[in-house]
């Protein structure tokens, strides 16, 4: 069984800066493709960032194209999201997923992952 934990929110100002962690419990990480979505109060999942099995694809939201960037340290079974510029709206819970296909391009879709962290919360104060 797979497990992920991720780490890394937190309370901060507008145009501040954060980054997440994801550490996953699998031998195999290197197979897998990682994604990061979010889900804010009383609205869906929504996905945000993810990265293929080798880092050398990457998919991102159009709402965070820019300012956000995925990657990923298979020595450490980590996944990072590195968030800049943060607005109010990017407020919410993150989890992060692994997609347990070997795939070139990272899946976009909550439904294609298989494995799911308990998740850390954002807060961006305006």
């Known amino acids: 069984q797979v497990q992920l934990v991720e780490s890394g929110g937190g309370l901060v100002q507008a145009g501040d800066s954060l980054r997440l962690s994801c550490a996953a419990s699998?031998?195999?990480?290197?197979?897998?493709?990682m994604g990061w979505f979010r889900q804010a109060p009383g609205k869906g999942r929504e996905f945000v960032a993810a990265i293929n099995w080798s880092g050398g694809s990457t998919s991102y939201a159009d709402s965070v194209k820019g300012r956000f960037t995925i990657s990923r340290d298979n020595a450490k079974n980590t996944v990072y999201l590195q968030m800049n510029s943060l607005k109010p709206e990017d407020a919410a819970v993150y989890y992060c997923?692994?997609?347990?296909?070997?795939?070139?391009?990272?899946?976009?879709?909550?439904?294609?992952?298989?494995?799911w962290g308990q998740g850390t919360q954002v807060t961006v104060s305006s």
């Open positions: 997923a692994l997609d347990p296909r070997r795939t070139l391009s990272p899946a976009r879709n909550a439904y294609e992952y298989s494995y």
């Open positions: 699998t031998r195999t990480f290197t197979l897998y493709t």
